[in-house]
C-alpha cells in the first residue's frame, strides 16, 4: 500500500516517512519544491543507516497545483504540512489561510482520488486555548479551543485550531465518505535528523546553548517525535480510529525541571537553572512583545488525559526525560 506525507522535510514527517518504511509501505512526500528531494533522502539514510530514497511531488498549501499528482494512487494520505515558525509573522494569515486552504487542498485531492483515510497533524493548539479562566484543568479530546479570544492564542495557534475545524467540517458535509483521524501532539522532543527543523526544538536548544538566563515558570506536555510517528499510523490502520482525535502527550514538565534533566545529561554546559519570578517575564514582555502571549501561562499546568491514546492507539509515551536528552 502506498501512503503520502506532505511536508516531507519536517521534523515528524521525517521520522514517519522512515517508520511507514519500516512497516512495509510505500511512500511518497511533497515539499514545496523537488530541489529539496536529493538532501531528504541523504538525511532519511543516514538516520537509517540503509539507502532510503523516496519520491517528492512538489506542492504548496498555498496553491492548487501538484495535488492531484501528489495524492495519485496512495491508498493513505498523512497530512503533516503546516506552518510552524519560530517568529510571530506580520499578519496572522500568513498561517491561518496555508493551515486551513492547505488542509482543505490536500482533503479534496484525497477524496477525488478515492483514499482510504488521511490522517490530519493537529496539536494540542486545537485544544488548549481561549477558555479565558474557563479551562478544565484536565483536558481531552472533547475540549476546543477558541480562536477568537486572542488573550492566550498566536496566529500558530490559531492556524491550527482553525484548520482542524475545517477539517471535520469537510468530511461531515461535502467530503463525507472519506475517513479521517487527526492527531493532536503537545511539544515535541525526540531525536532530529537534522538541525533546521520544528521550532519545538528550540525548547531544548536554548537552555542548551546558553540563550536563557533562566526559566519561565511555565509547564510543557512532552512527546517524543518517535511515539508521535507511530500514532500517526496507528490511526490510519486502527478501524476504531475513525473519527477520532487524539492528544499525543506525555509527561508535563516545568521549565526548569527540563533545565534539570539537561543539567544531569550534560554536566559540561552552563545549562541555566532557577525560575525566573513571573514580574520579571511580565517585565520582558514589555519590550519584547511575542513574549506576551505566554503571560496567561505562567505559573499554570496544562494537564490532560492521554487515555485514548494509551487504549485506542496502544502507545505508551516514552518517558519525558528521554526524549529530552534524545533531542539534546
Ligand atoms: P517542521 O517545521 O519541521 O515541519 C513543518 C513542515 O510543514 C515542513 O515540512 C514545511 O516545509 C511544511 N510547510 C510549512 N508551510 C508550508 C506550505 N505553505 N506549503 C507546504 N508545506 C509547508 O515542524 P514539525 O515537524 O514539528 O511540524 C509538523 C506538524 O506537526 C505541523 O502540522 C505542526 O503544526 C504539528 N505539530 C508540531 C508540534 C511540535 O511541537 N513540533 C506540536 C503539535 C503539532 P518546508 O520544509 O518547505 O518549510
Redesign the pocket.
Known sequence: EKVLVT???????SHLILQLIERGYEVRGT??STDKAARLNEILSAYAGKPVAIEIVAA???TDEGWAEAVKGVDFVQH?????PSETPKSADELIV?ARD?ALRVLKAAKAEGVKRVVL?S???AIAYGWGDKRPDVLSEVDWSNPDNLEDNTAYTRS?TIAERAAWDYVTGEGAGLELAVIN????LGPAMSAD????LQLVSQPLEGKLPAFPKLSFGIIDVRDVARAHIEAMVRPEAVGERFICGGDVLWMDEMGAVLREAFPDRKIPKGTLPNWLVRLFAQVNPPLKQVLPELGKKRGYTNEKLKTLLGIEPIPADEAIIASA
Open positions: 511536508g516531507a522535510t519536517g521534523f515528524i514527517a515539499a514545496r504548496d498549501l498555498n503533516v504540512a503546516s506552518p510552524f496555508p492547505g497533524t496539536s494540542m493548539a491550527k501532539p503537545v511539544a515535541v527543523v520544528s521550532s519545538s
